[in-house]
């Protein structure tokens, strides 16, 4: 069983739209859960980063995490075509200082 | 956030030689990783970087192969040993920052082509 589990898309939706982005992990020590955004051709950046139960906003973006159910999950509202990416889910667990990586979702925001 | 250069940034090697990246960051870090990305695949764990020590491979990953070293806390290099078209990859230096959150960095990549 992989650690990061990630539908590899594509998932496309209209410009305008919500993406719903998914990720599933099979470790409950993780502690720490993050979604990266990585065009293509270039290093995976950072779009957010959640601990707790709940949601957590950043502008366009929403972070939901659910630790009962091993769930991550990302949405990004009014969505643009420069969203158009591979969104990477990754978790963490403190006392090992590592970072597993899902197989990513690409997104295609079409206008 | 740290600013991580990786150098080169893209090289084709021959068969059987070797190659060296190297990874500075711009602040000083607790921790640095190396990845592999394969063409349309997620980022693989390499190794964990120990300062002043010998690295921490990942299953599949050996010393021999993929020799690195940390002498401090701003510098890694990755050396992809005995070249073979397999080792085509994209190698990403990361690191995680002392203060803040426990959130990685990743550096622009080196693109390695084998011939």
């Known amino acids: 069983q992989k650690e990061v589990e990630q539908n590899s898309g594509p998932l496309s939706v209209p410009e305008g739209a919500i993406a719903s982005l998914n990720c599933t992990y099979s470790d409950r020590g993780s502690q720490s859960f993050f979604w990266y955004r990585q065009y293509s051709g270039k290093s995976p950046e950072l779009i957010m980063f959640?601990?707790?139960?709940g949601d957590k906003e950043d502008g366009r973006f929403t972070a939901q995490l659910n630790k009962a159910s091993q769930y991550v999950s990302l949405l990004i509202r009014d969505s643009q075509p420069s969203d158009s990416a591979t969104y990477l889910c990754?978790?963490?667990?403190?006392?090992?200082?590592?970072?597993?990586f899902g197989s990513g979702t690409k997104l295609n925001v079409k206008p | 956030s740290a600013v991580i250069s990786q150098k080169p940034s893209r090289d084709i090697c021959q068969r059987g030689t070797s190659l060296t990246i190297q990874c500075q960051v711009d602040s000083q870090v607790t921790m640095m990783f190396w990845y592999r990305q394969q063409p349309g695949q997620s980022l693989t764990l390499i190794a964990t970087a120990n300062q002043g020590s010998e690295a921490t491979y990942e299953s599949g990953f050996v010393i021999d192969k993929f020799p690195i070293s940390r002498p401090n806390l701003t510098f890694s290099t990755l050396t992809v040993s005995n070249m073979s078209p397999e080792d085509s990859s994209i190698y990403l230096c990361?690191?995680?920052?002392?203060?803040?959150?426990?959130?990685?960095?990743f550096g622009a990549g080196s693109r390695l082509t084998v011939l």
């Open positions: 990361s690191a995680m920052e002392k203060s803040g959150a426990n959130v990685l960095t």
């Open positions: 959640i601990y707790s139960n």
């Open positions: 990754a978790v963490n667990r403190y006392n090992f200082n590592k970072f597993y």
